[in-house]
Each structure stands twice: as structure tokens, then as C-alpha cells.
């Protein structure tokens, strides 16, 4: 059995994290699959400290593998046979003091990924950049949900959202920066709603935060009214619009990088100016028949991006890889 060693550096469970997880089960009956977690110990609480001390654990990893996976830090190191899972290479959501390093390091990665054997990306938009960057073998594979996951009742929905507000619901996302949740406060403020986040809040802002398991935070997106997904750097996807849809609830984005196509190909609102998104939010919570109708589109086309696709298309891949 060919052993894989797929590197991580972090825990934190985003969209490329959860991608990551799912890919290495579907591989797991046919390879020996490694996860090596290198993720920051000693200064996992100073952010300008952590990649570096990761960078080091990476630096000195002395394992043999028949295939190494890994992701942009790690491929600083990179060694054949290496596959490259690129989900998106956009800092501007960084913060300003740190964006010139990583810019700095974008160079060197772009130069060390002329060594990889294959680039995966998870969109048109991202496999069309590496490849209009003239790189070879830069595949696609979608990310992948498990539909049955999403069957949440509307009594359910109905109960979560009366245990929140008596007022309809507007998600924003994850409580952070990048994702554009204080320009979307400050645009939504006004309006007659419950604005709502979650995850860590990573950003004070005067709405409700919650810290919910993956159960609850599928009847958030079931109880919203809308979800707003206005990411202010180029996304790989964007797993929280995916999902939104999925629950049918329409999303408006900005659809930035691979979130256009999955906004675009689901008949959701495309929001690429803060400046627009209160008209935008406005019209659907005074329209319920059409917010009824993006909503059915959206899951339409969510629904075909299943995980037994998904698991198929990373098989195929590795086998081919590794004959």
C-alpha cells in the first residue's frame, strides 16, 4: 500500500481544513494515509511567530513517503513525489503590517512549486490562475458535501430561530475581518434584523455571536433569511455559501475569486460593492417569493457537488499519481 503524507499546520476547522479532512478519509481504503500535524506549539498564541516556528518543524521533517500533499507553507520545503493542494493565494485579507512578508513568500512558494508533480485548486477560478502562470498538471476537483447532512426540518429551523430573535435572521459569517463581517455590520445596521456571526469572535462588533456545533450552525443557515458571505479576499470556494444554499437560503456575496462561479452557477446575488448590500438585503426581505425562487436555484445546482463525487475524483487522482 503506497504511504501518503498529507502536512497541516493548523486545527482550526475553516473550509480548506474540513476540505482536507474529507479528502484524506475518502483516500484512506486504498493508501496509507498520514496526517502530520506541524502545527505552532510554542507560540500558537503570538500570530507573526506561528507560521515561522511551523516552518521550522517542516524544515526538519525526515519521513519517506511514496507521495507528500501539501499546502502553500509547506511547499517552501518541497521534495518529489509532491502534490500542491492550493485552496486560494490571496493575503490582502491579512493585516498590512504582515502582507510584504508574505508577499515575499509568495515568491519563493511560486518558484518551489515548479517541483510539484501536480497542483490541485478547488475552482475554475484558481486552476485558471496556475495555469495562465504557465504550471502543468493543475487539476480540479470541487469540494464535497454529504446532502444527508442538510435535512434539518423546518420546525427545527422555526425553534432555533424563535430560541435567537422574533426578528428575521441575517448571518454574516465567521466573526472575522477578512470575511467582511464589520463592513457588512455597518452597511446591515439599520435594517429591522437580527444580524448574527459565529465562530471565535476574532472582531467586537455589537451583534450576536455564537460558538455553535456543526448541528446548530446548520439550522442557523436554515433559520436565516439571508446569508451574507462578503469576502474581502479571493476565496477558494466558500464552503459557508455552499452550505447556505444547500439549507435553501439565498446568499449574497461579493463574489470574490472561486465564490463567483459558485454564486454565479446557483442564481445568487453577486455583491461585489458593500455600498449596494443593504438594497440588496432589503429587496429579498421584501420580496419573499423571490427569496423563496434564489433559494430553490441555489440548491439545484449545490446539490450536485456531492462527496461521493468528490471522493471518486481524489482516488483517481492519487492512483494515477502514484502507479
Not at 493548523?10 to 478519509?25: D, L, T, W
Not at 507528500?68 to 513525489?81: L, V
Not at 423546518?154 to 470575511?179: H, M, T, V, W
Not at 456571526?197 to 455589537?206: A, K
Amino acid at each position: 500500500m503506497k504511504k501518503i503524507g498529507w502536512i497541516e499546520i493548523s486545527k482550526k476547522k475553516y473550509g480548506g481544513v474540513i476540505y482536507n479532512e474529507q479528502a484524506r478519509k475518502a483516500l484512506e481504503p486504498f493508501f496509507d494515509v498520514e496526517e502530520i500535524m506541524l502545527e505552532s506549539k510554542i507560540f500558537k498564541n503570538i500570530r507573526y511567530l506561528k507560521i515561522p516556528e511551523s516552518l521550522f518543524y517542516i524544515w526538519r521533517l525526515k519521513k519517506e513517503k511514496d507521495l507528500w500533499i501539501r499546502d502553500f507553507y509547506s511547499s517552501i520545503f518541497i521534495k518529489r513525489k509532491s502534490l500542491v493542494m492550493i485552496h486560494h493565494l490571496d493575503f490582502s485579507g491579512f493585516p498590512p503590517v504582515s502582507r510584504p512578508a508574505f508577499y515575499i513568500l509568495q515568491k519563493i512558494f511560486l518558484k518551489k512549486l515548479e517541483k510539484a508533480d501536480c497542483i490541485v485548486t478547488v475552482s475554475d477560478y484558481w486552476q485558471k490562475y496556475f495555469l495562465g502562470l504557465g504550471f502543468k498538471n493543475v487539476y480540479k476537483i470541487y469540494n464535497g458535501f454529504d446532502l444527508n447532512e442538510f435535512g434539518i426540518k423546518d420546525q427545527e429551523a422555526e425553534e432555533f430561530k424563535k430560541s435567537i430573535s422574533s426578528r428575521p435572521i441575517i448571518y454574516l459569517g465567521n466573526c472575522q475581518k477578512a470575511k467582511g463581517v464589520v463592513e457588512s455590520y455597518k452597511a446591515l445596521k439599520c435594517l429591522d434584523v437580527q444580524l448574527v456571526t459565529s465562530g471565535r469572535r476574532q472582531v467586537n462588533l455589537p451583534v450576536l455571536n455564537l460558538e455553535l456545533d456543526h448541528k446548530n450552525y446548520l439550522k442557523l443557515l436554515k433559520a436565516s433569511s439571508i446569508v451574507i458571505s462578503m469576502s474581502k479576499f479571493k476565496e477558494g470556494w466558500c464552503r459557508t455559501a455552499h452550505e447556505a444554499m444547500l439549507s435553501k437560503t439565498p446568499v449574497i456575496g461579493s463574489g470574490l475569486g472561486g465564490m463567483k462561479e459558485l454564486l454565479e452557477g446557483g442564481s445568487q446575488i453577486v455583491c461585489p460593492d458593500f455600498s449596494e448590500l443593504k438594497n440588496k438585503a432589503e429587496y429579498l426581505l421584501q420580496n419573499p417569493e423571490r427569496r423563496k425562487k434564489i433559494a430553490e436555484k441555489g440548491f439545484e445546482f449545490a446539490k450536485k457537488f456531492t462527496l461521493d463525487k468528490f471522493s471518486e475524483e481524489w482516488i483517481k487522482l492519487i492512483k494515477n499519481i502514484t502507479q
